[in-house]
């Protein structure tokens, strides 16, 4: 049971989640082209949410560019360079933590 569970979280649900999205994406522009607005880029002119939403989109993107390379880099890269697993989960969790 617990093999079909992660099996299926970790197997088909990414992939499920992924093509609701795409095809979701997809039929919204198709149908209401027009609806397509970038309504939150007025918080960029008010003095008060411009260091917040600066802030903010920096850190989500050293969350993502720090998912990316610590899933995609295999271990023995890691191994290679000498850096010990501890410390690349250690930096893990501060870098995100900061983020």
């Given amino acids: 049971m617990a093999d ?3 099996h299926l979280l970790f197997g088909w649900y990414p992939y ?7 095809l979701g994406s997809a039929i919204r522009f198709d149908r209401e082209q027009y609806s397509w607005r970038s309504g939150s880029s007025q918080l960029l002119r008010r003095k008060q949410l411009m260091w917040g939403s600066n802030l903010f989109h920096i850190g989500i993107l050293v969350i993502f560019f720090g998912h990316l390379v610590g899933l995609l880099t295999p271990i023995a890269i890691f191994d ?3 850096i010990p697993h501890s410390f690349k989960q250690m930096l893990a969790i501060v870098v995100g933590g900061v983020a």
């Fill in 4 to 6: 079909y569970l992660n």
């Fill in 16 to 22: 499920l989640c992924l093509t609701v999205f795409l």
């Fill in 80 to 82: 290679a360079l000498g």
